[in-house]
C-alpha cells in the first residue's frame, strides 16, 4: 500500500467534531440551524431575479434571518412559487425582521457588457459583500461560487430548502417587479408590467412593432433580432454554469439568449 492510498485523520477520534446530517425533509430552516450549532453563523442566503428575462436590470439579494424566526416566516419559499400578494407580504417581514440583508441591482449595460452569468455571480459576490456583517457561511442556489471570502454551499433548489435563500429570492424578485413596474410608466408600449421583460410572445411582439428600448438587453438574441443584428449564437450563460429554477423562465424561450 502506498503512501498515497492512506488517509489519516490529523486529529484522534476522540477530537474530531460529529457529523452534520441534514436531511431535506427536515424543513426549510434545518441547514441554518446545523450550521449556527457547529459555530459556522451568521448564514446568509443568495438568490437572483431576472436571469432569463431581456429587458431590465438584473436583481441579486443576500439575506441573513435570525434563528429563531421560524415560526414568524411559516411557509417560506421560492418566490417564483408565491402568489405577487404572499411574496409582497413576506418581503416586508422579511426586511423587518431579517438581521440583514443586501440587494444589488445590474443593469443592461453591465449585463450585455460582460454576460449575464458573469454579471450574476459578480452580483452575488457584491451583495454579501455589503452585508453590515460579515457572514460565516454563504448559501446558494443550484451552483456553486467562489470568490465570497468565507465558506459557501450550493444548495440544490435552495430557494425551496433553505429559508435564508427562500428569502433572498423573495427580496430580488419583489425589487426587480417593482423596478418594471415603473419602467412600464415610463414604457407601456412593452407591456413591462405583465411580463417583467420575460420573453414572452407579447414582449416579442412589442419589439417587432416598435423595437428595443434603453432598457432592453442587446446581447440577446431576440433583441438583436429586432434591430436587424445578427441571430447568431451570442451567449451561451443562461444554460450553462447554471440557469435559475425552471419557474424563472417562461416556457416560450424562443427569444431568449441561448
Request: glycine share 10%.
Given at each position: 500500500?502506498?503512501?498515497?492510498?492512506?488517509?489519516?485523520?490529523?486529529?484522534?477520534?476522540?477530537?474530531?467534531?460529529?457529523?452534520?446530517?441534514?436531511?431535506?425533509?427536515?424543513?426549510?430552516?434545518?441547514?441554518?440551524?446545523?450550521?449556527?450549532?457547529?459555530?459556522?453563523?451568521?448564514?446568509?442566503?443568495?438568490?437572483?431575479?431576472?436571469?432569463?428575462?431581456?429587458?431590465?436590470?438584473?436583481?441579486?439579494?443576500?439575506?441573513?434571518?435570525?434563528?429563531?424566526?421560524?415560526?414568524?416566516?411559516?411557509?417560506?419559499?421560492?418566490?417564483?412559487?408565491?402568489?405577487?400578494?404572499?411574496?409582497?407580504?413576506?418581503?416586508?417581514?422579511?426586511?423587518?425582521?431579517?438581521?440583514?440583508?443586501?440587494?444589488?441591482?445590474?443593469?443592461?449595460?453591465?449585463?450585455?457588457?460582460?454576460?449575464?452569468?458573469?454579471?450574476?455571480?459578480?452580483?452575488?459576490?457584491?451583495?454579501?459583500a455589503a452585508l453590515v456583517t460579515p457572514p460565516g457561511y454563504v448559501l446558494t442556489d443550484g451552483f456553486a461560487v467562489r470568490g465570497f471570502g468565507r465558506p459557501a454551499l450550493a444548495v440544490p433548489k435552495g430557494d425551496q430548502a433553505a429559508a435564508c435563500v427562500a428569502a433572498a429570492s423573495v427580496l430580488a424578485k419583489v425589487t426587480r417587479d417593482r423596478i418594471m413596474v415603473e419602467l412600464h410608466?415610463?414604457?407601456?408600449?412593452?407591456?413591462?408590467?405583465?411580463?417583467?421583460?420575460?420573453?414572452?410572445?407579447?414582449?416579442?411582439?412589442?419589439?417587432?412593432?416598435?423595437?428595443?428600448?434603453?432598457?432592453?438587453?442587446?446581447?440577446?438574441?431576440?433583441?438583436?433580432?429586432?434591430?436587424?443584428?445578427?441571430?447568431?449564437?451570442?451567449?451561451?450563460?443562461?444554460?450553462?454554469?447554471?440557469?435559475?429554477?425552471?419557474?424563472?423562465?417562461?416556457?416560450?424561450?424562443?427569444?431568449?439568449?441561448?
Amino acid at each position: 500500500m502506498t503512501a498515497r492510498s492512506v488517509r489519516r485523520s490529523p486529529l484522534p477520534p476522540e477530537w474530531r467534531p460529529s457529523r452534520a446530517v441534514v436531511r431535506r425533509s427536515s424543513g426549510t430552516w434545518t441547514l441554518q440551524s446545523t450550521l449556527h450549532r457547529h459555530g459556522l453563523g451568521p448564514v446568509a442566503g443568495v438568490d437572483e431575479a431576472g436571469r432569463g428575462a431581456c429587458a431590465g436590470p438584473l436583481v441579486v439579494a443576500a439575506c441573513v434571518l435570525r434563528p429563531g424566526d421560524a415560526r414568524r416566516l411559516d411557509g417560506l419559499t421560492d418566490s417564483k412559487l408565491l402568489t405577487p400578494a404572499a411574496r409582497d407580504e413576506y418581503y416586508d417581514l422579511i426586511v423587518r425582521r431579517c438581521a440583514d440583508s443586501a440587494v444589488v441591482v445590474i443593469p443592461p449595460a453591465e449585463i450585455d457588457r460582460r454576460g449575464v452569468h458573469v454579471a450574476n455571480i459578480e452580483g452575488m459576490r457584491r451583495a454579501v459583500a455589503a452585508l453590515v456583517t460579515p457572514p460565516g457561511y454563504v448559501l446558494t442556489d443550484g451552483f456553486a461560487v467562489r470568490g465570497f471570502g468565507r465558506p459557501a454551499l450550493a444548495v440544490p433548489k435552495g430557494d425551496q430548502a433553505a429559508a435564508c435563500v427562500a428569502a433572498a429570492s423573495v427580496l430580488a424578485k419583489v425589487t426587480r417587479d417593482r423596478i418594471m413596474v415603473e419602467l412600464h410608466a415610463e414604457l407601456p408600449q412593452y407591456g413591462f408590467d405583465a411580463h417583467k421583460g420575460y420573453c414572452t410572445p407579447v414582449h416579442d411582439a412589442a419589439l417587432a412593432a416598435h423595437g428595443p428600448s434603453a432598457v432592453h438587453r442587446y446581447s440577446f438574441v431576440n433583441v438583436r433580432a429586432a434591430v436587424g443584428g445578427s441571430s447568431a449564437l451570442v451567449h451561451n450563460d443562461n444554460h450553462r454554469n447554471g440557469e435559475g429554477g425552471p419557474g424563472d423562465v417562461p416556457p416560450d424561450l424562443g427569444g431568449m439568449q441561448q
